[in-house]
């Protein structure tokens, strides 16, 4: 959880900062943020993997055969970063344009412009975004999650530092803008790939490097990551045009969606992020360890304390959503919606949380595939689709956004609490520990 709050904090600076310049910037720096989210997705989805097979390895004392886990999805997320450096360094610019099809905003051309550079920027160091992420989550299968934190909290304070010194041109360094801000995150992300890199070659870690040569290992990360890969590449594709909906509405609606849902996600997030992995690792290693009805009972526990902390919070925000946007920008035509989106999240914060957490400890049982069904139909069906209805075709306007929003947890949440609760997650996963264990290429001392 401290990690995640240093992590959303780094985020939240960002959008503090380019609020500074101006509504546009905003814009630009949240539409940017829609394809910088690809290699976050690639990131999680591998680092999903690597966290079911670790917790479950590490929970039945296969540690070999954990070490190649870790090393196989190190080498995959590397790997698939490079057409993004490619994609970000030629079609940054066009890809932020292409969103204002549906806007006759005639500042439209001046965000693709920002939101270009920042774009190149970030997707530049799209391999080392996957090695820190899949480094951090396989260290946190093991039950070692203070590594992962010490890290990031140094990471993410020079990304902040640098958004700040860079952006606003402190300490006589030159006023870079946008240019500063990406700059920061795309030093932040070297910094951290490097240092896990370094650490797992170390005794630092009890986890290290295995030469890859077992293909079921690789077959089994992939089964698992591929659907989690799958559900976050939906989620930022379904963002396109519920993106291009809300410029439709106005820059000045686009930005305050930005604010309101960077509001939500600094003081909800970290705690909900934190049990989602801990929901993770102990689901997953009570399977390792045999134990099914255990590693049930911590799926429901972990949700009911989720639901506790963090609904509480998002209530909280609900209720003092106006103060808090305040302290993002004063530009009335951003202040009143902004508002709007910060309170129907916090609102929503109860049924959000329980979604998050309950996928999380499927996640911890080798099941991507319900999460994905549960996102991918809430998402299409309530979060772009009712959204489209009610505000466009009912002319609801900005209202209807919210009602959106609140249906797509709702529903996701009724799929993934039916997954968990009536599923046959405990059998697959023990299917697929059997399996590492039998191959004939088995380590010795697994």
Do not use: C
């Amino acid at each position: 959880m401290v990690e995640q709050t240093s992590r959303t904090l780094m985020r939240t600076t960002d959008v503090f900062v380019t609020a500074l310049f101006s509504p546009l910037a905003v814009a630009a720096v949240g539409l940017a943020d829609l394809y910088a989210r690809v290699p976050l997705r690639v990131g999680l989805g591998l680092g999903a993997g690597a966290i079911a097979l670790s917790s479950q390895d590490t929970g039945r004392g296969a540690t070999k055969t954990r070490d190649e886990a870790i090393t196989q999805a190190l080498v995959l997320g590397a790997l698939l970063g490079l057409p993004m450096v490619a994609f970000g360094l030629t079609l940054g610019e066009e890809a932020i344009g292409i969103l204002g099809l549906f806007t006759e905003d005639e500042d439209m051309a001046e965000i693709a412009s920002l939101g270009g550079t920042y774009l190149a920027l970030i997707f530049a160091t799209s391999p080392a975004r996957h090695v820190a992420l899949i480094g951090a989550r396989a260290l946190q299968g093991t039950g070692d999650t203070r590594t992962p934190m010490y890290v990031n909290l140094v990471s993410n304070g020079l990304n902040i530092g640098l958004s700040l010194v860079l952006g606003l041109g402190l300490f006589g360094a030159p006023r870079l803008e946008i240019i500063g801000v990406g700059l920061a995150t795309a030093i932040g992300n070297v910094f951290t790939a490097t240092v896990f890199v370094v650490l797992l070659a170390t005794e630092y870690t009890t986890a290290g490097y295995v030469r890859p040569q077992r293909f079921v290992i690789a077959k089994q990360l992939l089964v698992v990551s591929a659907p989690k890969v799958a559900e976050g590449l939906f989620a930022t594709l379904v963002e396109f045009p519920f993106n291009a909906l809300l410029l439709a509405f106005g820059a000045e609606v686009n930005a305050a969606y930005q604010i309101g849902r960077r509001v939500y996600q600094q003081v909800t997030s970290p705690l909900a992020r934190g049990f989602r992995t801990g929901a993770s690792i102990v689901v997953g290693q009570a399977l390792g360890d045999g134990n099914a009805e255990r590693a049930r009972f911590e799926g429901w526990a972990t949700a009911l304390l989720g639901l506790l902390t963090v609904g509480t919070i998002g209530l909280l925000l609900a209720a003092f959503a106006e103060p808090i946007v305040r302290l993002f920008t004063d530009d009335p035509e951003t202040v009143t919606p902004a508002i709007g989106f910060a309170t129907v999240y916090g609102l929503t914060a109860p049924v959000t949380v329980l979604f998050v957490l309950l996928a999380g400890a499927l996640q911890g049982g080798s099941d991507t595939m319900t999460p994905l069904i549960a996102r991918a139909t809430g998402l299409l069906g309530f979060y772009l689709g009712l959204s489209y209805v009610t505000a466009v075709v009912l002319g609801w306007g900005v209202t209807g956004f919210y009602a959106g929003i609140f249906g797509y947890y709702t529903w996701s949440l009724l799929v993934v609490a039916a997954g968990f609760r009536y599923g046959s997650w405990a059998d697959r996963a023990a299917e697929m520990m059997a399996e590492r264990a039998s191959t004939p290429d088995r380590e010795a001392g697994d």
